[in-house]
């Protein structure tokens, strides 16, 4: 298992709300190449991978992607933190406040849901680590 503190590597102070870059940010952690699809990416394919090094350094990836997902959280925690009901209409987070309040919960800007065919886990060390690579190289 792993050792965790129960800090952030790089801390998020964000001093001014603001819903409509939480809106954009959110896809980040839950749309397709945000950071929970990567660390699901990295984490389901270590098990079949064949070779222990590649198993540690998807782990050590997968790991890291959480670390990531928690940043973009704590950003967009703080973005929409003490909104007014006003705010939230205006901005057009409505829909989103209306099932999950301003809690954090997993969709891309456009207001999808997280899903699982967001990734691929095949079994094959070449297929996997071309889409490792695939999801990587796309900077949102």
């Not at 870059?21 to 990416?41: K, N, Y």
Request: charged share 20%; hydrophobic share 35%.
């Amino acid at each position: 298992m792993w050792n965790y503190e129960k800090r952030l590597q790089y801390p998020v102070k964000i001093t001014q709300t603001n819903p409509k870059i939480a809106q954009i940010i959110i896809t980040q952690f839950g749309g397709p190449d945000g950071e929970l699809a990567a660390s699901m990416r990295y984490l389901s394919q270590r098990y079949t991978m064949p070779y222990k090094e590649v198993t540690g350094v998807l782990t050590d990836i997968g790991t890291e992607e959480l670390a990531h997902m928690e940043i973009i959280c704590a950003i967009v925690y703080q973005l929409t933190k003490d909104l007014t009901p006003e705010e939230i209409e205006q901005s057009g987070f409505g829909k989103y406040y209306v099932d999950h309040t301003l809690a954090l919960w997993p969709q891309a800007a456009s207001g999808t849901p997280w899903t699982a065919t967001y990734f691929q886990s095949k079994g094959d060390p070449i297929t996997d680590l071309h889409e490792d690579m695939a999801a990587d190289g796309t900077i949102v």
